[in-house]
């Protein structure tokens, strides 16, 4: 089937109003047609696509030379993540990315975490604590590495975690609090889930 025809000015505009109607399939045709609007290929693989074209659409962009672009390297990311049993794909994604932010930090780290890995997704945010790419984590990194840290049931190292979370002020959020809750539950440590909460 071919692309759907459109107007020259704005081929991103069109794939966005294909997606706002709920036509991925039609949607990733026309970003494919259309490899040089790297926002079409983003919005495209931020919208959950299957495997293959997913795939397809990683090898448009590296046809049309833009695994680089920003936009298309954290979607890459994004969609690889997101993908079980991808991690490999997933590293190579962030190895890719021209600008790691924090984002594309707590991506990598919740991968690891996913697949089985806890002790790398702390070396993760190990790494980000250590300023890594200049960014500082934010509440989905430390939750993350709290529950890497419930999974290894290493009350020691959560304690000093949360000790860290306290002083970088995510104390109060809601996301790091569950975590840290959980965390003290799994270590049978009730009165620190208690203070944590």
Avoid: Q, W
């Avoid at 079980?84 to 924090?102: C, E």
């Avoid at 300023?131 to 509440?139: E, L, Q, R, T």
């Avoid at 996301?175 to 944590?196: F, T």
């Amino acid at each position: 089937m071919p692309p759907p025809r459109l107007p020259p000015a704005a081929p991103h505009l069109s794939v966005l109003r294909l997606l706002d109607s709920g036509d991925l399939p039609d949607a990733a045709r026309l970003a494919a047609a259309h490899p040089s609007s790297p926002l079409s290929l983003a919005a495209v693989l931020l919208r959950h696509p299957t495997p293959r074209l997913g795939y397809c659409l990683h090898a448009r962009a590296a046809r049309a030379g833009l695994i680089a672009d920003r936009y298309v390297a954290n979607a890459l990311l994004a969609f690889y993540v997101r993908l079980p049993r991808h991690l490999p794909h997933a590293l190579r994604a962030f190895d890719d990315l021209p600008h790691r932010d924090v984002v594309a930090h707590s991506s990598i780290l919740a991968a690891f975490l996913r697949e089985g890995m806890p002790r790398r997704a702390l070396g993760s945010l190990r790494s980000i604590l250590s300023g890594a790419d200049g960014v500082s984590p934010n509440a989905h990194a430390l939750s993350a590495a709290v529950k890497a840290c419930a999974v290894l049931r290493d009350h020691s190292a959560g304690a000093c975690l949360h000790g860290s979370i306290l002083f970088r002020g995510f104390g109060d959020d809601d996301i790091v609090l569950s975590a840290l809750v959980d965390m003290y539950g799994h270590a049978a440590a009730p009165g620190d889930a208690r203070k944590a909460f």
